[in-house]
């Protein structure tokens, strides 16, 4: 199981499955330019969990891993037996947990077809290997050339006076790639979060300057986009 997992990454950090990165575009480069311009430390980024090394694809930015590249985890890992004290025993089980964040343009069944073979030539003699699947879903990404994102971006520089950017970070909202896919409407994904508030978390927090500037940013946004 270790080894079939350990194989899941090259040593430059890339994904190994053949065809992973079929689809994947690279960065435009007016968004990459934007990126260069943040005020964003890669050490103090991994220092805030307590870590010093980069773990992604070498020769990428540490934001451009973040918010426009996709990635392989092994959530978890178990097998044997885990209890007090020692017991010598050989396990007659494994079991891990691995999750897939993918990119546009990216099919989530073949990549999960890719996965199930890449574990199934691994297996040594005598094993066997289940797969249970819990879901799958196309990554979507918002058409920022469409004027209105452009309207937005200045409202915003113009509330925070800080100049607005495009991020690729986003969630599970699988509700705007249904807006874009069935009805062709682009949507503005615009929040106010910052990066310790923790969200969805037992200590989730909310700043009220987000708050309050996050008001004032919407009625800039509306009236920019009524004129």
Known sequence: MNNALAKLHDNDGRITLDGFYDGVKELPESVAKQWNNIDWSEERFLGDVELSVPAGEAGRSGLEQIWSRPSCDVNGIWGGYTGEGSKTVIP?????KVSFRLVPGQDPLKIRALFQTH??????ADCSIDFIDYG?????????????????????????????????CGGSIPIAGHFQEIIGVQSMLIGFGQDDDQIHSPNEKYDLRSFHKGIRSWARIIHALAD
């Open 136 to 168: 799958a879903a196309p990554a979507a990404s918002m058409e920022i050339n469409n004027p209105a994102f452009e309207l937005a971006r200045k409202a915003l520089t113009d509330e925070w006076k800080t100049e607005g950017v495009y991020v690729g």
């Open 92 to 96: 007659s089980q494994a079991h891990a």
């Open 119 to 124: 574990m199934r030539a691994q297996l040594p």
